[in-house]
């Protein structure tokens, strides 16, 4: 009977184990609804406030305020001094939806099929074949940044 009552006694220790584990990982996830639903209400804010606060020659382009000089050749280091002389800096995608919008409104801009270079805040200078943003972040490679990652 003594054996029974233990045997009972660990399996309770291990509900009540199982459960606080349970109510861990809830608290953890409502937290992270939280996190997330903030992140959404700061992200609606932020491009809102963009939206304001793009000034002419500046458009707004997704969250971002963008400057396309067209019509300016110039090397990618002239590019950045242009682009920080106009309180700004080369664009950086964060995501693939960040680069389609940029890319449809660089194609919505060239509205006469010219050959339009862009420069993108990003490069292998430090170290060969090692892509970084000018964030410090690595650079996405491949579909749908690049092409391919083989040329």
């Known amino acids: 009977m003594e054996l029974l009552l233990l045997r009972q006694e660990v399996h309770l220790s291990r509900q009540l184990d199982t459960t606080a584990a349970m109510a861990a990982t809830l608290t953890a996830l409502a937290h992270t609804v939280t996190q997330l639903k903030d992140a959404v209400v700061t992200k609606q804010t932020l491009h809102q406030t963009l939206q304001t606060e793009c000034e002419s020659p500046w458009s707004v382009v997704g969250e971002n305020c963008l400057l396309l000089a067209l019509g300016h050749k110039m090397s990618w280091a002239a590019a950045r001094q242009y682009c920080s002389a106009r309180g700004g800096d080369l664009v950086v995608f964060p995501d693939a939806n960040t680069f389609a919008e940029i890319l449809s409104y660089i194609n919505s801009v060239n509205t006469e099929n010219l050959a339009v270079g862009a420069w ?28 391919s990652t083989n040329g």
């Open 120 to 147: 993108v805040g990003g490069g292998d200078e430090e170290v060969e074949g090692v892509w970084r943003w000018i964030t410090g972040e690595a650079m996405p490679r491949g579909p749908p940044f690049w092409g």
